[in-house]
């Protein structure tokens, strides 16, 4: 049972424009959300994270937004770069059980120069 | 700061035999937690140690388990190997508590034949 989904697989984006990844969860019970990003042949990297007691966070390029009522997060990355090209993915965890997340599918990035 | 480190980076094993996959998480974190990822299931949750006990397990059969170490290093083993075991197997550390994240290692990609 996939609590956490990301069903875009593949998404292409011009360079310059925004990037809007999507995710959404059905456990009411997480709190926790982060986004990760991952290139061939190397482990996930954290992006950017979020607690549910917030809507939105910023760093730098990179804003994710959280609409709890719909159970929906995005990653909106503006202005996309060619390095931006990878798999994205978001993960969710409820503190009640500690350090585990739960992973989407990831959504791939191509940004087109 | 030297990142996760997983070893071996690939290995190859034939149905039914065992395997053992190593991990060596970032100086002083003592949380280390093991995902597999495969095709169209993104990554999925196997367990996570902390202090050298299994805090958290996922929905895993008992093929799969691990052990965490004095020095926070991590072991994890698959018996009686299957076909659908092959995949990549990342290992990923924290200093323990949710809001940390991980850091991930660059994963062990084990294929089954």
């Known amino acids: 049972d996939q609590q956490v989904k990301q069903n875009s697989p593949s998404l292409s984006v011009q360079e310059g424009r925004i990037s809007i990844l999507n995710c959404d969860y059905t456990n009411s019970m997480f709190d926790y959300f982060l986004w990760y990003k991952k290139y061939p042949a190397e482990g996930p990297t954290f992006l950017i994270s979020?607690?549910?007691?917030?809507d939105k966070n910023e760093d730098g390029r990179f804003t994710v937004f959280l609409n709890k009522s719909a159970k929906h997060l995005s990653l909106h990355i503006v202005p996309s770069q060619p390095g931006d090209s990878a798999v994205y993915f978001c993960a969710a965890s409820d503190r009640n059980t500690g350090n585990q997340f739960y992973f989407g599918t990831g959504t791939s990035l191509t940004v087109i120069p | 700061k030297a990142g996760v480190t997983q070893t071996p980076r690939y290995l190859i094993k034939t149905r039914g035999q065992q395997v053992t996959l190593s991990c060596s998480p970032i100086?002083?974190?003592?949380?280390v937690s093991w995902y597999q990822q495969t095709p169209g299931q993104g990554l999925q949750f196997l367990f996570e140690y902390f202090s050298e006990t299994q805090r958290n397990k996922g929905n895993f059969p008992g093929r799969f388990s691990g052990r965490q170490f004095s020095n926070s290093r991590s072991e994890m083993n698959v018996s009686t190997l299957e076909l659908g075991d092959s995949a990549l197997y990342l290992c990923?550390?924290?200093?323990?508590?949710?809001?940390?994240?991980?850091?991930f290692g660059s994963g062990t990609r084990l294929t089954v034949v």
């Open positions: 979020i607690s549910s007691i917030k």
């Open positions: 990923a550390s924290s200093p323990g508590g949710q809001v940390y994240g991980y850091t």
């Open positions: 100086s002083g974190h003592r949380s």
